[in-house]
């Protein structure tokens, strides 16, 4: 099949908080062509969104043999194969994690996947179980592992001549974010793990820090992190700090400025990737994860993970790094705390990591890719099965202010930072 075309739904690079499906969907555009697929993007929106879910309309007409929708902003496909991938289904397996609009909104998109996607793409084979017992036929479903970019990745040398020069960023796509704001701080130098060296941002020493990556929301666990935390600056690492590197998402999050709380929010790529290397540990503290791109990222560095035993984080992080409880404070600490003390263990774990994360390669994920979109166009779409209703979402908590009126009638769209997050 030759000359194949994708019409992508590209509206998560336009949100305040692309997160990690942003990501993957520059993944996406930069990744595919090489597989022998051209990309066209077209663009969301909230209000395109909620007239795609709620009216079926207006159909996709940007060119290509098949439409894409990188999550469940599910659009009209029109008379082409329609194609989704699923992150994961954690509004239904934490439901108290989203706001009811964003359980509303996810559940439609999950009814227009499951009535109209002649495939359905997923990041794990966590998430694959989740949909099979959904109701997906398991011949609709495709595992396609997130990838990264190793070539930049070499935890034991420096960024090297192919390292941007400072203050631009890594990812070339990153100027279309209209709300990116990196952080300050010039990168350079070699921040490679226990090199005792100053990490080149933040004027943090190298392995003075514990690292969390990702939008600052319930569903990730920040407060059990910052517990842990506090706990091990309690327990003999008094002055261990702990950089907290996302924008905030939706709903109450703890304070971030207890002590030893760096919080820049927001960080461009070659902060980030100075971070990744600096750190003594990343913890990745989530409730449910439908992959968990921030581990993949630090073990392609070298750094050191400590995740929960959730959703696919035991699937991507395998035995090259600690996995504790969700939600245990107490056993993310001890986790944490052994990475600290031990030297020898924290970089076994990092050189196992950076081997496993070679394992998941681009290649493979736009290969998986191709698969799903070769099956749908030789596969027609499931007939189209009798839709619910959006789901009404249940009014606000009495002490939760209401939303202010919108001019037209208001979506049961995603929280603030689009539908859904993979990070």
């Not at 998109?109 to 997923?122: D, I, N, Q, R």
């Not at 997906?136 to 190793?150: K, W, Y």
């Not at 920040?222 to 506090?230: G, S």
């Not at 596969?379 to 037209?408: G, I, K, N």
């Amino acid at each position: 099949m030759g000359g194949l075309t994708v019409a992508l739904q590209a509206g998560q690079l336009d949100q305040p908080v692309p997160g990690g499906i942003g990501r993957y969907v520059e993944g996406l555009v930069r990744h595919l062509p090489a597989a022998g697929v051209a990309v066209e993007r077209f663009a969301g929106g909230r209000w395109r969104y909620e007239a795609w879910h709620r009216f079926r309309r207006p159909a996709v007409r940007t060119a290509g043999d098949l439409v894409h929708a990188p999550s469940l902003a599910v659009p009209p496909p029109g008379r082409r194969p329609l194609v989704v991938t699923v992150h994961d289904l954690a509004f239904r397996s934490h439901p108290d994690c989203f706001p009811p609009r964003g359980r509303a909104f996810h559940e439609r998109g999950l009814a227009l996947a499951l009535a109209e996607a002649a495939a359905v793409v997923v990041p794990s084979e966590a998430t694959a179980a989740e949909l099979r017992s959904a109701g997906f036929e398991p011949s609709r479903v495709h595992v396609a592992h997130h990838g990264i970019d190793l070539e930049p990745l070499d935890p034991l040398g420096s960024l090297g001549p192919q390292f941007p020069p400072a203050g631009s960023p890594l990812n070339p796509l990153q100027p279309s974010h209209p709300h990116w704001q990196p952080a300050e701080g010039v990168p350079g130098g070699d921040p490679s793990p226990g090199g005792g060296q100053e990490t080149p941002v933040l004027g943090l020493q190298s392995r003075s820090y514990l690292l969390f990556v990702g939008t600052v929301e319930p569903r990730k666990g920040v407060d059990v992190l910052l517990a842990a935390h506090a706990a091990l600056r309690r327990q003999g690492h008094p002055d261990l700090q702990l950089v907290i590197a996302g924008p905030p998402g939706w709903g109450e999050t703890p304070s971030l400025d207890g002590p030893g709380v760096v919080a820049p929010g927001r960080v461009d790529e070659a902060t980030l990737d100075a971070l990744y290397r600096g750190a003594a540990a990343l913890a990745v503290p989530s409730r449910s994860e439908g992959f968990g791109l921030p581990a993949l990222e630090a073990m392609a560095r070298g750094c050191p993970v400590v995740a929960s035993d959730a959703g696919a984080l035991p699937e991507v992080v395998g035995d090259a790094g600690l996995l504790v409880p969700p939600g245990d404070a107490d056993a993310l600490a001890g986790a944490l705390g052994r990475l600290l003390d031990d030297d020898a263990l924290a970089a076994s774990l990092g050189a196992a990591g950076h081997r496993r994360a070679a394992t998941f390669t681009w290649s493979a994920c736009t290969a998986a890719h191709v698969a799903a979109y070769r099956a749908a166009l030789g596969t027609a779409a499931p007939a189209t099965a009798q839709l619910p209703a959006p789901p009404a979402a249940p009014p606000p908590a009495p002490t939760a202010p209401s939303p202010p009126a919108p001019t037209a009638p208001s979506p049961p769209g995603p929280p603030e930072g689009g539908p859904g997050d993979p990070s």
